[in-house]
């Protein structure tokens, strides 16, 4: 169970990351800042996954 929570955490962590990196970027970079959001929560998928699981 504590394995679930810490995982849901991490997401959730991950997601807020991306949405302010979206908000904070948007009015410079415009739509493009979706793509920083995504290249945030892409690298946080690729870091977790390099790691024994829990």
Do not use: E, N, Q, Y
């Not at 948007?26 to 699981?53: H, K, Q, T």
């Amino acid at each position: 169970m504590r394995s679930v929570v810490t995982t849901l955490l991490d997401a959730l962590a991950l997601l807020l990351l991306a949405a302010g990196a979206a908000w904070g970027l948007a009015p410079w970079i415009g739509g493009f800042a979706l793509s920083v959001a995504g290249a945030v929560i892409l690298a946080g998928s690729m870091w977790s996954a390099r790691g024994d699981g829990g």
